[in-house]
């Protein structure tokens, strides 16, 4: 399987990660990325950036040697209705734009009021990731989520933490097995994102690599192989 791409990356300016923008940048580039995205938690998440850190951007190269480097925010979806931690005046400024559940941010609801804050997040025509929907803390209809994902062309992520055996979140492996079934049958792209928040875990899919490689997931699903298809789906605009 072709890996070119990883989306969902966080520094020390997340208020919990290890590393500086530089050294995770160089890490993805020494994987082997050609497109790699730094996504700070937005300022819902306790410890991490003020709205002000996003607004200034602009000031940053968005490329390292032969690798675009791109910069975005992973929203909090707060609530039922899918309403997020940052306006979309500062959205739209985005390269692009994650939105997930944390618990601290959200209080866990039924299958069906967590299936609406999803899908009122991808109503937001800025938020082009709907990242690690996969915790069964909050319980979703995949089939709505996916049906939602093609409606509003929103990528779904496949999170590699997720999948490893430290991670929290509860029952990834199953319930990304049913989302990914959904995604085959109405044919909806998926991008494996590593969600590193340490140098040597940029780039790095091995988890959901083998997860999609087990279910025989088609490869012409899957963004990471297809740069020209990424663009259709993010915020960025090449220069």
Do not use: W
């Amino acid at each position: 399987m072709t890996d070119k791409i990883d989306l969902h990356n966080h520094t020390i300016a997340s208020g919990h990660a290890y590393n500086t923008r530089n050294e995770m940048i160089a890490a993805a580039y020494e994987k082997g990325m050609e497109v790699f995205a730094i996504t700070e938690h937005a300022p819902a998440m306790p410890g991490s950036c003020h709205e002000m850190y996003f607004m200034n951007y602009r000031v940053l190269p968005r490329n390292y040697k032969s690798m675009t480097v791109l910069y975005g925010v992973e929203l909090n979806i707060l609530d039922y209705e899918g309403n997020v931690d940052l306006p979309e005046n500062i959205l739209k400024e985005m390269d692009l734009a994650l939105a997930s559940i944390h618990m601290p941010c959200f209080k866990p609801g039924n299958v069906q009021e967590n299936t609406s804050a999803y899908i009122g997040a991808m109503k937001n025509p800025y938020i082009n990731i709907i990242a690690h929907p996969d915790d069964s803390r909050f319980p979703v209809d995949y089939e709505k989520l996916v049906q939602a994902a093609k409606e509003y062309h929103v990528l779904l992520e496949v999170n590699s933490s997720s999948l490893s055996p430290a991670s929290y979140r509860e029952n990834a492996k199953e319930n990304y097995q049913e989302m990914l079934k959904q995604c085959v049958k109405y044919q909806v792209p998926i991008v494996m994102d590593s969600d590193a928040h340490v140098d040597n875990r940029a780039g790095d899919h091995a988890f959901a690599q083998k997860l999609l490689e087990e279910l025989k997931f088609p490869e012409n699903l899957i963004i990471n192989s297809q740069i020209e298809m990424l663009y259709d789906y993010i915020n960025y605009i090449r220069k």
